[in-house]
Nanobody, 128 residues
Framework: QVQLVESGGGLVQAGGSLRLSCATD????????MGWFRQAPGKEREFAAVIRWSGGDTYYGDSVKGRFTISRDYAKNTVDLTMNSLKPEDTAFYYCAASDSGSWFSFLSRKSTSYHYWGQGTQVTVSS
């Protein structure tokens, strides 16, 4: 049973930063592409970022590119999303996801259906 546990959400002012973490077991961490999605009220779930199982490749959604950074912490088995220059429109529930497909097609897919496991999410609120 794959478990993903997010942490680090909260309230921040516009222009500020937050760091989200997604903790999982070592096997999942080392063999799955790990992504972050977000969903605002009344909107569809949106792709934010993904890091490949091997750790060297990352891919970002257009709305977060240049502001967010996804990374792996090999000591803690976590995948972190560092969010800088936050905007009110970044307000959403953020979800960690894992895909057991190793294909490049899956890695570059922005679709939530490409991911097989999901965390419970963490709320990020950016005030203006």
């Amino acid at each position: 049973q794959v478990q993903l546990v997010e942490s680090g959400g909260g309230l921040v002012q516009a222009g500020g930063s937050l760091r989200l973490s997604c903790a999982t077991d070592e096997r999942t961490f080392s063999s799955h592409n790990m992504g972050w999605f977000r969903q605002a009220p009344g909107k569809e779930r949106e792709f934010a970022a993904v890091i490949r199982w091997s750790g060297g490749d990352t891919y970002y959604g257009d709305s977060v590119k240049g502001r967010f950074t996804i990374s792996r912490d090999y000591a803690k088995n976590t995948v972190d999303l560092t969010m800088n220059s936050l905007k009110p429109e970044d307000t959403a529930f953020y979800y960690c996801a894992a895909s057991d497909s190793g294909s490049w097609f899956s890695f570059l897919s922005r679709k939530s259906t490409s991911y097989h496991y999901w965390g419970q999410g963490t709320q990020v609120t950016v005030s203006s």
